[in-house]
C-alpha cells in the first residue's frame, strides 16, 4: 500500500466513523470553496504575464534619392539609424479626464501638424554616441560634471535616485552598442544633433531646409499614437504589461498581472513596434523633446513648439525604471536642459521647412 493508498484508507475509516452521510457535503462545499478562491485569483491575476516575442528584423531602407523625400522613408547611413517618414494630419493630444494616473498638465486638445518628419525607429544607442564622440572628442555634460555633478542614479538598494558624481554615458548600462544610452543632457542631445546636421549636409545627403534635431511634443505624442489612431494610453491599447515594454512591470497599467522589473535597459527594438514601426515609445529610456514646457490648455492648436521663454524641456514616454503610468503616451515630464538621470535618453527627428 503506497502513501497515497493510506491516506485514502485513512479517509475511508474517517466517513465510516461518521456513519457516512454528513461528512460528504462537508468535503463537497470545502472543494466548492477552493474552486471559487481560485477562480476569483484567476480572475484578478489572469494568466501569468507571457515572456515577450521574439525579435523580428528590422526592415531595410534603401535610399532611392539623394536627400531625405517626403512621402518616403530614409537610412540615415552616418549611424545606419531607419528614419520613418510621417505623414502631417490632426489629433487629439493629452489625455482625457478618466485616464487612471493622468496629471493636471494633460489637458485632452486638438493638435494639427502642418509638415511631415521624420522620427528614429529607435533611441539613440551607444553605437550612435560612440561615433559622434569619435568624430568630434564630445564630452558630456555629465563627463565634464556641470552643475557639480554626473548623473542620477536609481539606487536599488535604497530604492532611491541619487547623485552620481562618476556616472556618465560611458558607465551607466553600457550593456552594449544597440543599448539606448542615458545620462545625456538636453544640451548634449542638440549638440549631436548639430553634428549630424552638418556630416549629413557635407556628404551632400541633406539639403539646406533639413535638419536633425529633438521631435517636438506633439511631433513625439503624434507618432506614439500612430498619427491620431490610438487614443488609448499606449499604443498596446489600455493596459501595459511587462512583454510588451521595459519598464517597472511590477506596477503594471490597467491589469493586476505583475510582471518584471529588469532593472535595466535592453537592446532597442526588444519589443514590438507601433504600426509606424517605431520601437520602444513606452519603456526603455525616457526621450527628450525639443520643446520648453508649458501645461496644455484645452484650445487647439497648430504645429506648437512650448514655450520658448521655459528654462525647462519635456521628456515622453516612461523607462526601465519607471511604473505603467509614466509610460503613457500623454505622461510629460520635465526638467532642466542640463539635467541627465541613468533612464533619460532621446530619440532624433529630421525636420524640413
Ligand atoms: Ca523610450
Not at 494568466?47 to 528584423?57: A, S
Not at 532593472?263 to 504600426?275: D, M, Q, R
Not at 519607471?322 to 529630421?350: E, K, M, Q, W
Amino acid at each position: 500500500m503506497n502513501k497515497d493508498q493510506e491516506k485514502s484508507a485513512v479517509g475511508i475509516q474517517n466517513r465510516r466513523s461518521n456513519g457516512g452521510r454528513t461528512i460528504l457535503p462537508a468535503i463537497l462545499g470545502a472543494v466548492a470553496v477552493v474552486v471559487l478562491a481560485v477562480l476569483v485569483i484567476a480572475l484578478n491575476q489572469g494568466e501569468p504575464v507571457p515572456p515577450r516575442p521574439p525579435k523580428v528584423p528590422v526592415p531595410e531602407i534603401v535610399n532611392t534619392t539623394e536627400v531625405p523625400a517626403s512621402g518616403t522613408d530614409w537610412k540615415l547611413e552616418t549611424l545606419g539609424l531607419n528614419m520613418k517618414w510621417i505623414e502631417p494630419g490632426d489629433f487629439l493630444m493629452g489625455s482625457p479626464e478618466d485616464e487612471a494616473g493622468r496629471k493636471d498638465n494633460e489637458s485632452a486638445h486638438q493638435v494639427t501638424l502642418t509638415r511631415g518628419y521624420w522620427l528614429a525607429v529607435f533611441e539613440i544607442r551607444h553605437r550612435d554616441w560612440e561615433k559622434f564622440r569619435d568624430a568630434t572628442g564630445y564630452q558630456s555634460e555629465a563627463e565634464r560634471q556641470t552643475l557639480g555633478y554626473g548623473t542620477w542614479v536609481f539606487d536599488a538598494e535604497k530604492a532611491e535616485i541619487l547623485q552620481s558624481p562618476s556616472a556618465n554615458w560611458t558607465n551607466i548600462h553600457a550593456l552594449g552598442p544597440d543599448h539606448p544610452v542615458q545620462a545625456l543632457s538636453w544640451n548634449d542631445v542638440m549638440a549631436f544633433c548639430e553634428w549630424l546636421t552638418t556630416t549629413e549636409r557635407e556628404a551632400g545627403r541633406l539639403n539646406e531646409s533639413q535638419k536633425y534635431t529633438l521631435p517636438t511634443e506633439a511631433q513625439w505624442e503624434f507618432a506614439c499614437r500612430e498619427r491620431g489612431k490610438v487614443l488609448t494610453p499606449f499604443y498596446f491599447g489600455a493596459t501595459l504589461e511587462s512583454h510588451q515594454a521595459n519598464f517597472n512591470g511590477h506596477q503594471p497599467y490597467g491589469t493586476e498581472r505583475r510582471g518584471e522589473f529588469l532593472n535595466k535597459t535592453l537592446e532597442v527594438g526588444s519589443y514590438p513596434p507601433n504600426a509606424l514601426g517605431i520601437y520602444d515609445m513606452h519603456g526603455n529610456t525616457f526621450e527628450w523633446c525639443r520643446d520648453g514646457y508649458q501645461p496644455h490648455d484645452s484650445s487647439a492648436v497648430t504645429d506648437p513648439e512650448g514655450d520658448p521663454e521655459s528654462d525647462r524641456r519635456i521628456y515622453k514616454g516612461g523607462s526601465w525604471l519607471d511604473v505603467g503610468i509614466y509610460c503613457r503616451a500623454a505622461f510629460r515630464g520635465n526638467t532642466i536642459p542640463t539635467d541627465r538621470s541613468d533612464h533619460l535618453g532621446a530619440r532624433i527627428a529630421l525636420i524640413q521647412e
